[in-house]
């Protein structure tokens, strides 16, 4: 079949799990044609015939959401949107797709409604639109208006493919869980323990560099500033796809934000997880308490010395519970193969989609 495949730009979760879902529909003969902006287009244009677009980019100050920011970039990128969402337009029409897969990508989303296409949602957000769960008293506004953003953005899939670390029940019998997609990168590893702690910081958040210095007796090495330089037990690392995955494998402890990928490879790999989630951003809000409700690490909104000997204190606790987790490497090394997301998409698109477009019958 004629697929477009649109991926969200933001970060760099989304564009890795489409590479790998991408490699697999072409293995089975489907033509794909991506459609990503910023980091999701650089990663996938070097792989696949891949559309660049402009998105919709969240702005953070200190490890915070900045609304004024964000609201500001994006009105500011709307006449660049508008004429995206008509280039768009014509590629569907010059391409001629017969199915759209949607990684929280908007454009994509909307132009297969419009043009009557059958549409599947393949991300980790909708197990927040489609999946019960319960959150903390004081997070309900922000699960409510996550649940609309989400719904918002990708306004009515004909099948839902969500992944997630934490199964709950189902709202519907249109949405199906899967584990964490993993890249093919991360399943050629095998862990370590070298010492070190791998730190990842999507923005500049000085708190927590200055909390790494008071403890001269451990070693972090910290990516996402994109510079190679060494301050007392910090060394900073230069943006290396192969050197990340590395230090991943043989750190000891990861330090971070509550970013789904990551976190879905350092439990993989069996790494106990510090995470200090982006504050006003919900999803990795959840994240941070799924964490620990699996007894995998410690979510923390943010830095302080103690905070960090705490975690230290119980990494011991945390490998054990690590050590029980099914898709962890020691438990199941064919995680990384992702084989029951594929084998849907397999069920869904073969037969010209047949099941698929059963799924569309009933909207």
């Known amino acids: 079949m004629r697929l477009v495949y649109g991926v969200s730009g933001e970060g760099s979760g989304h564009s890795s799990r489409a590479k790998e879902m991408g490699v697999h529909l072409m293995s089975q003969g489907h033509e794909v044609r991506f459609v990503s902006y910023d980091r999701g287009f650089r990663s996938l244009n070097s792989l696949f015939d891949c559309v660049e677009i402009e998105g ?26 508008i004429r995206s969402y008509r280039k768009l337009k014509r590629v569907f029409r010059d391409y001629q797709p017969e199915c759209v897969i949607c990684d929280f990508e908007p454009m994509t989303a909307r132009l297969a409604k419009s043009f ?39 306004p009515k899939p004909d099948v839902s493919l969500a992944t997630t670390f934490f199964f709950g029940e189902l709202k519907n019998s249109k949405t199906f869980l899967f584990p964490p997609i993993l890249r093919s990168e991360v399943g050629a590893l095998m862990p370590s323990d070298k010492g070190h702690h791998l730190v990842y910081l999507t923005g500049a958040y000085q708190a927590v560099i200055d909390m790494l210095k008071r403890f001269p007796e451990e070693r972090f090495l910290v990516y996402g500033y994109d510079k190679d330089a060494v301050d007392g037990n910090v060394s900073y690392r230069p943006f290396s796809v192969q050197g990340f995955l590395e ?40 994240n941070g308490l799924c964490l620990e409700e699996l007894g995998f690490g410690m ?8 905070s960090l000997s705490h975690f230290f204190a119980q990494q011991g606790q945390y490998r054990d519970a690590l050590a029980r987790y ?14 029951a997301i594929c084998a849907k998409l397999d069920e869904l698109l073969g037969n010209d989609a047949a099941l698929l477009k059963q799924f569309a019958s009933h909207q």
């Open 56 to 81: 919709l980019h969240i702005i953070s100050v200190e490890n915070k959401v900045s609304m004024l920011k964000t609201l500001s970039h994006n009105l500011g990128a709307l006449p660049a949107l």
């Open 116 to 154: 009557e296409l059958p549409l599947i949602s393949l991300d980790n957000q909708h197990r927040m639109r489609y999946m019960h769960y319960e959150a903390p008293k004081s997070l309900k506004i922000d699960q409510w208006i996550t649940e609309r953003v989400i719904a918002m953005m990708v």
């Open 247 to 286: 230090d991943l494998a043989s750190a000891r402890t990861v330090i971070a934000t509550a970013g789904f990928t990551l976190m879905s490879e350092a439990m993989y790999l069996q790494k106990p997880y510090l995470a200090f989630p982006m504050q006003g951003q919900f999803e990795q809000e959840l």
């Open 299 to 306: 979510s923390v909104p943010r830095a302080h010395e103690s």
């Open 326 to 339: 099914e898709y962890g490497i020691s438990n199941c090394p064919d995680a990384s193969k992702n084989i």
